[in-house]
């Protein structure tokens, strides 16, 4: 059965360091998906990526992130300098539609930032 | 005020007896889902229903959605012990493009 494939499975930095989170969405999905969860909080949603282009995205979601489908397969997750409070569990996920489909998730990236 | 609120926040229960999950939301939806997260883990889809539908079922899994009420259940039937996990409820909120999780319930299951 495909799924989402995320890597690393843990990713410890140094604040203030640039990170790249990476994704293997499944091959006949079109719309892709980030999205965070703190230690023992909710999820929360980041940013949506439809036909190469951010379709919407959340406060979180400020200057210090973006994202990018650099080939037909890959959709990454870039924090250009990161924060202690970045630290989260990341989500990658991705859809064949819109919200009216079910959303795929892959098994998440911890992000430990000291 | 939260999107999607789960009640109760914890529920433990022995392996079984049914287990029921509540989800309410505040704005109108296209559509609500719910997801399981075993500890430290992904989240894995479970069912989704559509804002004109009333109830849906999948295996022991039986889920109902209130559009009048803004609220969706998620009943488990015959629980097991590997039904521990988090259960979340996620909506649309009415935008194509995300969903909005719950804060989740924590259900154990007790063999």
């Known amino acids: 059965e495909p799924e989402v494939t995320q890597t690393p499975s843990h990713q410890v930095t140094q604040m203030g360091q640039e990170v790249i989170l990476r994704c293997v969405p499944i091959s006949n999905h079109l719309y892709f998906y980030w999205y965070r969860q703190i230690l023992g909080q909710k999820v929360e949603f980041l940013v949506s990526f439809y036909n190469n282009e951010i379709s919407e995205k959340s406060e979180i979601f400020d200057d210090q992130f973006s994202v990018e489908r650099p080939d037909g397969s890959n959709f990454t997750l870039k924090i250009r300098s990161t924060k202690l409070e970045d630290s989260a569990m990341y989500f990658c996920a991705s859809a064949e539609g819109g919200s009216a489909y079910e959303q795929y998730f892959g098994p998440g990236t911890r992000l430990t930032v000291t | 005020s939260q999107q999607g609120e789960e009640d109760p926040q914890a529920l433990s229960i022995q392996e079984g007896e049914n287990a029921t999950m509540n989800c309410s939301y505040k704005?109108?939806?296209?559509?609500l889902q719910w997801y399981r997260q075993n500890s430290g883990r992904g989240l894995v889809h479970l069912i989704l229903i559509r804002s004109n539908e009333r109830e849906k079922h999948s295996g022991r899994l039986r889920v109902t959605l209130d559009t009048s009420k803004k609220s969706s259940s998620l009943l488990i039937t015959a629980s097991r012990a590997a039904d521990t996990a988090s259960y979340f409820c996620?909506?649309?909120?009415?935008?194509?493009?995300?969903?909005?999780f719950g804060t989740g319930t924590r259900l154990q299951v007790f063999p």
């Open positions: 996620a909506t649309d909120a009415g935008d194509p493009d995300k969903l909005i």
């Open positions: 704005t109108s939806i296209n559509n």
